[in-house]
């Protein structure tokens, strides 16, 4: 079946410094790719999705690029802030039945 | 724009409780989802919807009923509360086809006591 594996949290990071957070997966589909964003109190919402192999996604600095040949979708940030602070999922659509597999996610705390 | 509203925001049961959680949203979207978030877990797929009085089991149905009486609105019924059980339940609703975005509510947190 469909899974997605992402780097275990949390992760802790000063301002400043650059965020990595693995995300591989597995489909026998051709998948749709997502990163959502989970911030304190609220739901998740959507940071960006790439649809296509080979393509990048991005939003407020953060982006990934679907690697379909290493079945991966890595998280990347430059600089974080503290405001980046939150719990961050990475997800796929097989596009087939109407439904996203998420990750467990990864808490990032991100300090001063 | 739209929003999902869920009710109540914190519900607090007994053991073996039946309760209740609902959802409303005005997106006009076909489908609606209830996750399940425990703490360091990632969302689990209790049950969705595609159309109005449609169901469809996700990967955690067992012990959960769920109804989607009209387009706007999906309610997920616990049908007995588990002592010690704590969890938040995150509605969401979206175009029809698994690759379109997904929107949240803010949640409703169980405990159970």
């Known amino acids: 079946g469909d899974s997605v594996t992402q780097t275990e949290g949390p992760v802790t990071l000063s301002e400043g410094t650059s965020l990595t957070v693995n995300c591989s997966y597995e489909t026998k589909q051709y998948p749709t790719l997502f990163w959502y964003v989970q911030y304190p109190g609220e739901g998740p919402q959507l940071l960006f999705k790439v649809p296509k192999a080979n393509e990048k996604g991005s939003n407020r600095g953060f982006e990934a690029t679907y690697n379909k040949e290493a079945t991966s979708f890595h998280l990347q940030k430059a600089s974080v802030q503290e405001s980046d602070s939150a719990v961050y999922y990475c997800a796929l659509s097989d596009n087939s039945n109407n439904r996203i597999f998420f990750g467990d996610g990864t808490q990032l705390v991100v300090k001063p | 724009g739209g929003i999902i509203t869920q009710t109540p925001k914190f519900l607090i049961g007994q053991e073996g409780q039946k309760l209740t959680l609902k959802c409303q949203q005005n997106?006009?979207?076909?489908?609606m989802y209830w996750y399940r978030q425990d703490s360091g877990k990632g969302l689990r797929l209790i049950y969705y919807?595609?159309?109005?009085?449609?169901?469809q089991k996700g990967d955690l149905s067992e012990g959960y009923d769920a109804s989607r009486e009209k387009k706007s609105s999906f309610s997920l019924t616990v049908t007995s509360a588990q002592k010690n059980e704590m969890a938040v339940f995150l509605c969401?609703?979206?175009?029809?086809?698994?690759?379109?975005?997904?929107?949240f509510g803010p949640g409703t947190r169980l405990t159970v006591l």
């Open positions: 919807s595609i159309t109005e009085n449609d169901l």
């Open positions: 969401a609703s979206s175009i029809t086809g698994g690759d379109y975005e997904q929107y």
């Open positions: 997106f006009n979207h076909d489908t």
